[in-house]
């Protein structure tokens, strides 16, 4: 829930995927990543991650709920034994499986998450 008392601050997706892309140039695993909205604990969760070409996540267990919405480059979201093609602009849902995340080009994407709710303490 977003706190009224708060005052809401906007993040600039385009500024936001040169300097990623700068630190994972500068980094050694060729990826950075920046949560946007939502902290560790929080439902819902946005983070953008840049991959620079050839960086591979490698295949990890599907949240609840998500979606990939690839603002600049090229990548490939596979999934078990199908895999889909992205490029700038697409959004898709992420499959309810073990995935994976290559980049075919230095590519930035915004990843949006909703995590279970734990079940109240009873």
Request: glycine share 4%; charged share 25%; net charge negative.
């Amino acid at each position: 829930m977003i706190d009224p008392e708060l005052p809401l601050a906007t993040t600039n997706l385009f500024s936001l995927q040169e300097r990623l892309l700068t630190k994972a140039r500068d980094s050694s695993a060729r990826r950075a990543a920046e949560t946007v909205y939502g902290g560790r604990d929080a439902i819902l969760r946005q983070t953008t991650m840049a991959l620079l070409a050839d960086v591979e996540l490698p295949e990890h267990e599907s949240p609840p709920e998500a979606t990939l919405q690839l603002l600049t480059g090229r990548v490939r979201l596979r999934g078990h034994e199908r895999e889909w093609l992205l490029v700038a602009g697409d959004l898709i849902p992420i499959p309810p499986e073990r995935h994976s995340v290559i980049a075919l080009e230095d590519s930035v994407f915004l990843l949006t998450v909703r995590r279970a709710q734990e079940a109240p303490a009873t």
